[in-house]
């Protein structure tokens, strides 16, 4: 399974951006589609998910209040709504699916590619 990350850009500080994720297919209920981040030199980070099913939501600290995982209008897409955005906030967002909650890269079996975030101050 290979989703694709896209909406990425370049943005400056305290603007908006929103990701979109798609699945090659049906997402199921019982799956859970994440967020990851990996800024240059650093470790890979959870930044959020969302459990289809229930539509339950979970953040990083960073992300709450500024960040926000939904279902997308699409039944195979997961949106990342990402305001007020920090020069920090810059790196390639990879969206991820597992099917038991976790805020680990080893916790999820299928990634997508990747899109760029870029926050310039």
């Known amino acids: 399974v290979q989703l694709q990350a896209f909406g990425g850009g370049l943005v400056q500080a305290g603007a908006s951006l929103r990701l979109s994720c798609t699945a090659p297919?049906?997402?199921?209920?019982?799956?859970?589609m994440g967020w990851f981040r990996q800024a240059p030199g650093k470790e890979r980070e959870f930044v959020a998910a969302?459990?289809?099913?229930?539509?339950?939501?979970y953040y990083a600290e960073f992300a709450k209040g500024r960040f926000t995982v939904s279902r997308g209008n699409a039944a195979n897409t997961v949106d990342l709504q990402m305001n007020s955005l920090k020069s920090e906030d810059t790196a390639i967002y990879y969206c991820a699916r597992t099917t038991c909650y976790s805020t680990t890269v080893q916790g999820y079996d299928y990634w997508g590619q990747g899109t760029q975030v870029t926050v310039s101050s």
């Open positions: 297919g049906r997402i199921f209920s019982s799956s859970i």
């Open positions: 969302i459990r289809w099913g229930t539509r339950n939501t």
